[in-house]
C-alpha cells in the first residue's frame, strides 16, 4: 500500500520529507518512478500528467494540495474516485493576508508613492481616501471570501460581495446571480476575485465586467485584484482597460497560463502587481497531516472530508 | 473674534475653504496677515512661528491639526493656554491601514517580490511566513497603538505592545517599563512605533534597541515601523542595521528632518519605504468640524476635550 506524488511544474521533495517525517513507515513513491502501480492507493497530486491517474488499478482517493481542483480536473481521463481538495484555517488566513495587503496597497496608493521615492520627492497625493470611503467588492463568498470580507471590513472597508446563490454574512452586503452582479459591479472600487475555475466564470473578468465598475469611485479609477484562478481573467482586456481607463491598477496572483510567460506585458506594467501564485501558500507540514489523517480515517471506515462536487467542479 | 490659521511647511488653502464652507460669518485670518492681534481668540497650528502664540494677547485655545503636538510644544515661548489636540475615529483608522499595510508588506516579502517581478522572474520565496508565525510589537498603547494592535491580531499575526505603563487589552500581550522593554523587544519580528515624541523617546530607536530585536524570527531579519515621530529614530543606525543585519528591512513614515532631505540615503535604499509623513492623514473637513464644535462648545461653558497634558507632552 504506497501513496504516490504526482507533481508537474512543483518539485515534490519537500512534501516527501514531509510525509516521511509524519509517518516513518509510509511507503512514498514520487512521479515518474511510481514502481508497481497496483500498490499504490492513494495520490497526493498538483497538475498531474493526464492519464497517470488512471493507469493506477487500485487507487482509492485523489488528494489536491491546494483549495482549487481545476489543476486536477482537466486531465480528461479522471477516474471517478473521490477527489479531496485541502481546506484549512492556515491557507484562508494566508489569502486574507494577500487580500488585505494588495487592497490597503492600492487605496493608500503605494504605487505612486513608490515613484515619488525613486525621485527623492516628499510630496502628497490627493485623493486619498481613508477606508470607509473605498467599496471592496468580493467575488466568491466561500471560506476564502467570507474571511476576506470580514477582515477588510474590520480595516474599515465599505464590503460586499457577490456569489451564485444569496449568502447572509452579517455586516456585508450581499449579492447574487446576474441581476445582482451589475449592482454589485456599479458599487465596486476595489474588485477583488476569489470565485473557483468553472465552465461559467472562465473569462469573466474581462473588457465588458471592468466597464461595468464603479466610475464615480474616490480613487482615480477601478482596481482588479486576482486572488483565485488565472482562467476567469482575459488578459489582453486587462491591458487594454489599463489604458483606456476602465482599470486604474490590478493585482494578479493568477494567469491564463502559468509561470507567466516572460513576453507578458503585465510583468512590466507599471500599474499592475505580479506575484507568483503565492498569495495562498499551503503550509506543507500542514497539508502532509492532512492527507495522513484523512487516509487513517477513511481506513477506520470514517467518511472524507472536503470531497469535491465533480457536477459543481469545487 | 477672529481663528487664526498658523502654519508652517503646510498649505493653509483647503483648511481655510473648509471652516468658511462650515461656517459662513467665520472671521479667518492667516498667518503671517494677522490683521488686529487683539481680535484673535482660537489658533489652529502646525509647526507654528515660535513666538507668535505669545504674541497674540486674547487668545484663548490652540488647536493643533495631528494627533502629536510636539511640533507646537517645540516653541518656546508657548503661551500657557489650552493646547487640544486633534483625536478621531477616522484618524485612528488611517494609522492603523498604514501599519497593517506596511507589516504585511514585510511579512508577505513584497519589495523582494517586486525585484523579481521587475527582472520577470516567476519564483517562490523561502521563508514566507503565515501572519500567525510573525510577532508584531507595538510601542505606545493609546488609542492608535491599541486600534492597530487589535488589528494585526485579527488578521492573525502575534501582537504583543509595549508603553510606559501597564496596560491592559482583551488578547494582546501587554508589557511595560524598562524591564518589559528588553523582554517585549526580544519576542518581536516586526517593531512597529506609535510612541509620541517625549524627552524619555527621544532617539531611542537607535542601534542598541535594534540589536534587542528576535533574532531567530521567521523572516530573513527584523523590521521597522515607524509612524510616530521622526526625532525617536537615530536614522544613522538604521542604515548601520540594515548593513549589518540586525534590520532587515524598515517602512518610514516620519523623519527627524522633514521633508527628508534629498541627500539622505534613506530614499534610495533598496529594503526601506519611504513615505511624506501622511500614515495618518488629518482628514481636513473632520480637522474643521472638530474644532469648530469645541469653539462652540467653550462659548457655551463646557469643557475643551483632549486637552493636552503639558507635564507629559502628551
Known sequence: MALLILFR??????????LAALEGGLDIRVWPDCGDLEDIRHALVWKPEPGVLASLPNLQVIFSIGAGVDNVLSD?????LPLVRFVDPNLTMRMSE???LQV???????LDYRELQQERQWKELWPQPGANEVRVGVLGLGVLGRDACEKLAALGFQVAGWSRS?????????FSGNDGLDRFLARTDILVSLLPHTPETEGMLNAGLFARLAQDGPLPGPVLVNAGRGRLQVEADIVSALGNGDLWAASLDVFEEEPLP??????THPRVIVTPHNASISDIRAVCTYVLEQIAAHDRGEPLQNV???GRGY
Chains 1, 2 share one sequence.
Do not use: A, F, N
Not at 76 to 80: G, W
Not at 166 to 174: A, S, T, V
Not at 262 to 267: A, N
Open 9 to 18: 511544474h512543483l518539485k515534490p521533495d519537500r512534501y516527501k520529507r514531509e
Open 76 to 80: 480528461t481521463r479522471l477516474p471517478d
Open 98 to 100: 494577500y487580500v488585505c
Open 104 to 110: 490597503l496597497t492600492h487605496q493608500r496608493r503605494m
Open 166 to 174: 444569496q449568502k447572509d454574512i452579517p455586516g456585508i452586503e450581499c
Open 262 to 267: 516572460s513576453s507578458s506585458p503585465l510583468w
Open 308 to 310: 469535491v462536487d465533480l
